[in-house]
């Protein structure tokens, strides 16, 4: 039996990857380009160029990345000496789908992700897989205007439908839409959606966002009738919010920020509307296009659990922000928390703010939880024997599993699993970086695409090692 001072005996330890940040084989296998396949490198200070389809002599991070296309056997079996239970990837649409818009998939593609998922389940690797992850075919973009438009709702769902039924044995772990609630935030990365000058710009992200509800919906339904064992997610960035001070102001400045992300599980897990959002829509004249019988698809393709990111929390005030005393590189906003320390990117390092987000959600939703991304972006440096002493990734990640472990153990609240992000150094979505890196193993190339590709194990390596290995009671 399970003792309740642990981590279930189950419990699904891993990490996590999107096809977009390290398959590179951008043109291989019949392929087609994705929107990640058009995002030029930048960094902290710089933003990363979405250019109108690929440009010759541009950088594009994503066009080799780490070449797992070719090396996912020998990472697989990293991960699996690591003893990982869970890989956590994406199916990038563009190797089953081009163009998006095809009826019938690319065979080649599919039989890419046969491989990969065998591979995986070869070291008793459970596949968890989202199925858009950052990563839309461009061409979807291009002819239709990407989730502006409706008719990505039937795209989406003949794509899942073929990936359902062909990995159906092989995959149970699902999740429909990659941080579905950063749309507003990165329309382009979420939806593929470039603002146009004198477009109301909620407006538009909001409608976008029906019609990923929509598609989720319909996947949620149709994989359960492919699979009724499937357990199909949805995945969201979670934005813990603190108010600045005690000042209800404060307190209501902070709620209404989280209202605005809730925004998003709220219909994926309950299937509707909230009402605050719907009044929000009024008050705002924001006109959010909906056809007779939407209201049923959302409410019969409700999610069977939540996973999330969590990287940080953020701060909000009633105050009208200076601009001095923001963090820097929070792409939340936000202001800055005098308890908290913040990542060389300026993110909020918050490991009790996991199991107050733990407790939250569950609170919330009483559904299963799975924490899909976590980690630190860091420089890691090598030394001259190869070592890669990368202490302070070991103490986050520590510093939140044992948060983590509280909301288990303390708390009680119902999760699934834990899969660290980048498990493997990949590029950055936000900066198209390889420097800022969150991996157990190190990958050898750098910003402008040198590098061998060799991978080195880091000091966190054989650290998590142990931790799966005692199921997270040695830290
Ligand atoms: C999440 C994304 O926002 O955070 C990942 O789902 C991303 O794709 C991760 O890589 C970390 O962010 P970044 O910008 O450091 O790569």
Known sequence: GNNINQFSKGFLWGGAVAANQCEGAWNVGGKGISIADVATAGALDKHREYTDGVIEGKYYPSHEAIDFYHRY??????????????????????????????????EEGLKFYDNLFDECLKYGIEPVVTISHYEMPYALVEKYGAWRNRKLVDFYVNYCKVIFTRYKDKVKYWMTFNEINVVSLHPFISAGIKIKDGEKREEVCYQAAHHQFLASAKAVKLGHEINPDFKIGCMILYPLVYPETCNPKDVQAA???????????????????PSKMKRYFEINNINIHMEEGDEEILRAGKVDFIGFSYYMSLVATSKTIKGDNTTSGNMLGGVENPYLKASDWGWQIDPEGLRISLNNLYDRYQVPLFIVENGLGAVD????????????????????????KKAVTIDGVDLVGYTPWGCIDLISASTGEMKKRYGFIYVDKDNEGNGTLKRYKKKSFYWYKNVIATNGEEL
């Open 381 to 404: 440096k090598v030394e001259e024997d190869g070592s890669i002493c990368d202490d302070y990734r070991i103490d986050y990640l520590r510093k939140h599993i044992i948060e983590m």
């Open 255 to 273: 709620n209404e920020m989280m209202d605005k992300h809730y925004f998003f599980s709220d219909v994926q897990v309950r299937g509707y509307y």
């Open 73 to 106: 056997k020998e990472d697989i079996a990293l991960f699996a000496e690591m003893g990982f239970k869970c890989f956590r990837t994406s199916i990038a649409w563009t190797r089953i789908f081009p163009n998006g818009d095809e009826i019938e998939p690319n």
